[in-house]
RNA sequence: GGUCCGUUCGUCUAGGGGCUAGGACGCAAGGUUUUCAUCCUUGUAACAGGGGUUCGAUUCCCCUACGGACUACCA
């Protein structure tokens, strides 16, 4: 029989763009479930009406789409245990909120947020802290403090209420995390946690184990930021009498910003100097521009990878895997305890050796329309030869501009630094005799280029060196660049030619 | 403040009672390439501190320090 598969979700919140934090717990719930043949699910929890954001949901679907992490169920695909955004589901709550009133684990609470604020201001005024839990909910506006009869009264008249646990006062709860084993609490210190609000809809608490319960979910692979509420949620499965199918948990340890003042967060933006979103951002309030690692220039599988290995190894010296290979050997027991510190060197890194593993012809299709925005239209099979031998000094794809501008213009000026190092004073007359000598050249092709210049180098009783570098200078206007005489096949012999009795008139 | 979690090179990490504490990124040096990049070689650099336990602790236990998360009618 089937019946341990495992379900695991990935639960964001549309608030916003997806960080790469995020990206990361779904993609190691991801990697979980296929690992184990299970299947995994997108959830969105929209329940705070206030933090909504129009084109979040849009956002995440497209940044794990775009990452590679499929999800099996979710808000776009449906699936069997729909819907699978919380604001679709905003019926189901309420029943189980009941539940818990009527078993004694919760209780209606009609203090407004004014009175609750006022009590906080007053204890911190006098150094001490408000906390709405057993040793103060009896002095407080709730069913547990007035009449059955008043607070039903209230309930019935429509006057505004929230739904509160009923956290005990003295209990111990104890659970084995899967990453950080065993971890407890004290319920006496934790407070009485609003589960349903008072504009109808639950809170993430009660909605979240709810839908777990209902979705089968049988694994919780999320952020560390929930630990703390882990004995809540344990709890309410108990409160509800679902002990018996509650799911394993698995926090997760952070990713921390670089520079080491805590957790990598959204709005970190481009203030860090590297982009925190998988794709670009635009604020729908601010028109505000955060950019992604897709526009950047990372390709998916360089994100994905690089993530991957942010909190999770192999156990052996591997770091280069496919999206295959991390579904063949992830595993909850090899995440780590401790939080990670995002390296923007370290993820240039895995993008170069992303870059390097396509084909020229993969490498002409990204730069083709870099090329075609600049108004360059050129052969696909040129291109490839030029991406050949300009790949190794790229890291990302927008670089290729940068490092072949030269094969489409002729220097418009010369780097004069260069221009004193190697213009000596027979340089113009020596250079002049060559490009005679290049006229006359058939096959200009680099092999044979090499083996001509050499011998004129030669003849001259000169160092070839001597030759290439105010030849380099002529064609591309710098000392640097791809292997000469490859540059100067691609160049063409008119182009070359050109080039250099431009450059000869040009530099003195 | 309280609760919980954590602590191996600058960073990501392996390891785990006895190891020259391994790899990767970065950085540095050298070699190849008459340039740059790639590539190769080498180097740089770590077990937070203090107590235990033990013949022996980086590894196990405790304390301290430091870091982090949480402490909303947000998730």
Redesign the pocket.
Known sequence: MKSTVCRVRF???P?GPLHIGGIRTALFNFLFARNRGGEFILRI????Q??FVPGAEQYIIESLKWCGIQYDEGPDIGGPYGPYRQSDRKAIYREFAERLIAGGHAYY?????EE?NAK?KAAEASGN?F??DWSTRRQLNNSLSLSSGESKKRVESGM???VRFRMPENDEVSITDLI???????TG???D??LF???G?????L??VVDDYLMKITHVIR???????LPLHILLYKAFGWEDVMPSFA?L??I?K?G????L?KRDGDKLGFPVFPLQWVDPVSGEVSSGYRETGYLPEAVANMLA?????P?T?Q?LFTMEELIRTFSLE?V????????P??A??YN?QYL?RKTDEELAAMFMPVLASRGIERDPGWIAKLVRLIR???VFPQDMWEKSFFFFQAPLQYDQQMVKKVWKNHTAEIIGALSVQLLEVTDFSSTVLEEK??SF?ERQHM???????PL?LLLVGS??????FDLMELLGKDETVRRIQKGLHEIH
């Open positions: 639960a964001p919140s608030t929890e929209d329940t705070d206030a933090r609470a009609f203090d407004t947020p609750i906080r802290t906390q709405y505004p209420y929230v950080r084993g065993e971890v407890v609490f004290r210190l934790l407070d946690k609003v609000k008072a504009d809809l639950p809170t993430y608490h909605a979240n952020g560390e930021e929930w630990l703390p509420s926090h340890p952070l921390l670089p080491g003042q805590g957790k967060s290995m942010l909190g999770w190894n156990g010296e770091e090899r780590g305890r401790s939080g990670s510190r995002f390296d060197e370290k240039k890194w170069q390097k190794e000094r790229i210049i050499k180098a160092g070839t060196g001597q030759i290439m570098a380099r000392g640097t660049g791809p292997h000469l």
